[in-house]
């Protein structure tokens, strides 16, 4: 009996530039898919498995980016603000404040990013909730993912834009320009969840506006109470 041939590196990276390289390749297609608004969750809804990849995959690449390069440029400047409440520049004897405001800092990053994963089952079920008619709950829960891979890929660009141009600004110039970004993250989400909802579901636009927008703040929401809940635990865990 033959025994499969073992891949060698040149070809994992003749394949994978083959990938990057195809225009028509799944890879692109999904890309294309996410950026128009609505395009591959209409598609994978209807049964069209071969517009893109699938959106659970889609969205746990997004996670991982998100997991990997950071938070938003603005919940970081929170964070950072917040763990210095928490700890003191005396709070402690025999270490150093920085590097443990440094430990903690990433250790409410990290709840935060893990919470804000899960998030996807409220906001997905609130999606299928305000669907108009027909099957609810899967269109939701793709509509939800593409939506979280958006907002995902948005924030990890952000931070990488921040980690080039923010770094030499002062504390107070920062905060100051990362509660724009914000507001810059949360209106192009919300504009492009609008026009999603607007091709997924053939809303008109007073519909798919006040669906979108109250997606949108309910996820913003959310992303609040879980830094609360990150910060809160982190705040009691400390005070032990």
Same mark, same amino acid.
């Given at each position: 009996?033959? *025994?499969? $041939?073992?891949? &060698?590196?040149?070809?994992?990276?003749?394949?994978?530039? *083959?990938? /990057? &390289?195809?225009?028509?390749?799944?890879?692109?297609?999904?890309?294309?898919?996410?950026?128009?608004?609505?395009?591959?969750?209409?598609?994978?809804?209807?049964?069209?498995?071969?517009?893109?990849? =699938?959106?659970?995959?889609? %969205?746990?690449?997004? $996670?991982?980016? %998100?997991?990997?390069?950071?938070?938003?440029?603005?919940?970081?400047?929170?964070?950072?603000?917040?763990?210095?409440?928490?700890? #003191?520049?005396?709070?402690? $004897?025999?270490?150093?404040? =920085?590097?443990?405001?440094?430990?903690?800092?990433? *250790?409410?990053? $990290?709840?935060?990013?893990?919470?804000?994963?899960?998030?996807? @089952?409220?906001?997905?079920? #609130?999606?299928?909730?305000?669907?108009?008619?027909?099957?609810?709950?899967? =269109?939701?829960? /793709?509509?939800?993912?593409?939506?979280? &891979?958006?907002?995902?890929?948005?924030?990890?660009?952000?931070?990488?834009?921040?980690? /080039?141009?923010?770094?030499?600004?002062? =504390?107070?110039?920062?905060?100051? @320009?990362?509660?724009?970004?914000?507001?810059?993250?949360?209106?192009?989400?919300? /504009?492009?969840?609008?026009?999603?909802?607007?091709? @997924?579901?053939?809303?008109?636009?007073?519909?798919?506006?006040?669906?979108?927008?109250?997606? &949108?703040?309910?996820?913003?929401?959310?992303?609040?109470?879980?830094?609360?809940?990150?910060?809160?635990?982190?705040?009691?865990?400390?005070?032990?």
């Amino acid at each position: 009996m033959t *025994q499969p $041939s073992v891949p &060698t590196l040149r070809t994992l990276a003749v394949e994978s530039w *083959q990938e /990057v &390289t195809n225009l028509d390749s799944k890879g692109w297609k999904t890309l294309k898919g996410i950026a128009l608004p609505g395009r591959l969750a209409k598609a994978w809804t209807r049964g069209n498995r071969d517009e893109g990849y =699938p959106p659970i995959r889609v %969205y746990l690449v997004a $996670s991982a980016v %998100y997991f990997l390069v950071g938070t938003h440029p603005s919940l970081a400047a929170l964070t950072e603000g917040t763990v210095r409440e928490l700890i #003191a520049e005396d709070a402690v $004897s025999g270490l150093s404040v =920085p590097a443990l405001r440094a430990t903690v800092e990433r *250790q409410i990053t $990290s709840w935060v990013a893990f919470l804000r994963f899960l998030s996807l @089952v409220p906001v997905g079920l #609130a999606m299928a909730a305000v669907a108009p008619r027909g099957p609810r709950v899967a =269109p939701g829960l /793709v509509l939800a993912m593409h939506y979280f &891979t958006v907002a995902f890929l948005l924030s990890a660009m952000m931070s990488v834009g921040w980690w /080039v141009v923010g770094s030499g600004l002062t =504390p107070d110039v920062a905060a100051d @320009v990362t509660t724009p970004l914000l507001l810059l993250e949360r209106g192009l989400v919300a /504009v492009w969840l609008v026009l999603a909802m607007r091709h @997924v579901h053939g809303l008109a636009w007073g519909g798919a506006l006040w669906r979108g927008l109250m997606i &949108t703040c309910l996820d913003l929401f959310l992303l609040m109470i879980l830094f609360g809940v990150a910060a809160g635990g982190m705040g009691a865990y400390l005070s032990l």
